[in-house]
């Protein structure tokens, strides 16, 4: 029984790690999404495709966020 808690531990923990720097991946890479939305002022098709990958990037941070607690 032992053996069996220490090996969950381990994976709980190693799970956690993973959420968190997938979280803070995208904690650190929206603001450069949106600084390239800023630039691409006068291209729609630019910014449109920007603003669908923000948006996904997002609910994405949300996720691993909630995994992570």
């Given at each position: 029984m032992?053996?069996?808690l220490g090996n969950t531990?381990?994976?709980t923990k190693l799970l956690h790690t993973l959420?968190?720097?997938a979280w803070?991946?995208?904690?650190?890479?929206?603001p450069r999404i949106l600084v390239n939305i800023a630039e691409a002022?006068?291209?729609?098709?630019v910014v449109a495709r920007l603003g669908l990958m923000g948006q996904r990037l997002y609910r994405?941070?949300?996720v691993m966020?909630?995994?992570?607690f």
């Open positions: 032992d053996l069996f531990y381990l994976w959420f968190v720097i803070m991946a995208t904690v650190l890479y929206l002022q006068g291209e729609p098709a994405f941070g949300h966020l909630g995994f992570v």
